[in-house]
């Protein structure tokens, strides 16, 4: 019988170089304890080249895979082109509306992810209408749920895991207050996620949310911004059940 594959879980690192090592120390447990490390997104503090440097000192002894997306925070110097580079050189795949597949004993894990961006949620989701800025605006966040989307349904992993930086539902956002509500994510990301399904969500950018939440289908979602979670990262397991096992004769 195969083990459960064991993720590592965190966000919002938002690495500067007077947390460097900090955030070396908190990290290296994960190459004994888990098998994939994700990290999603807001990985420098405000984008700067210096950042982006002492993010390459704090993942560079991480053995086992490394997947990522960016936040907000890591476009904010404009030297996202940089950061993608330096993140690569040190071993991270980086999703950008694309998937990577992990092997791990003799099974896969597929993550598929992107940024996303904002919008709002259900009956109260900005629609394309109106101002070109509007429209924009939105079509940002439906260009990454599009992008999801497709590398999502071609997937064919024995697990499959997607991860935004942004919110694709409200649970998550708990404790925050409701004005910034649009603009900590957008139920437009949850929908490749609802049509196709997945083991789990993960993401970040809610520093005052709740950890655990799920989708309208009942898939976990968990906001792992290092706020919320409070420890370097959080582990957890994908495992069959038998209701999967069911679901995938
Ligand atoms: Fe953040
Ligand atoms: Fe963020």
Partial sequence: MTRPIRLALVADLHCRPETQQQLREGLAPANDEADVLLLGGDLCNMGRAEEGRALQEVLRPIRIPMVAVLGNHDYHSGLVGDLVAMLTDVGVHLLQGSAHVARVNGETVGIVGAKGFCGGYGTYCLTPFGESGIKQFIGETRHDAQAVNEALGALQTDYRVVMFHYAPIRDTLFGEPAELYPFLGSSILAEPVEQHGCDL?????????????????????????????????????????????????
């Fill in 201 to 249: 969500v993960v993401h970040g950018h809610a520093h005052h949310g709740v950890e655990d939440g799920e989708t309208q289908a009942g898939i976990p979602v968990k906001n792992v911004a290092m706020p919320v979670i409070k420890r370097p990262y959080v582990l957890h397991s994908l495992e069959r059940n038998g209701k999967r096992r069911k679901r995938r004769r």
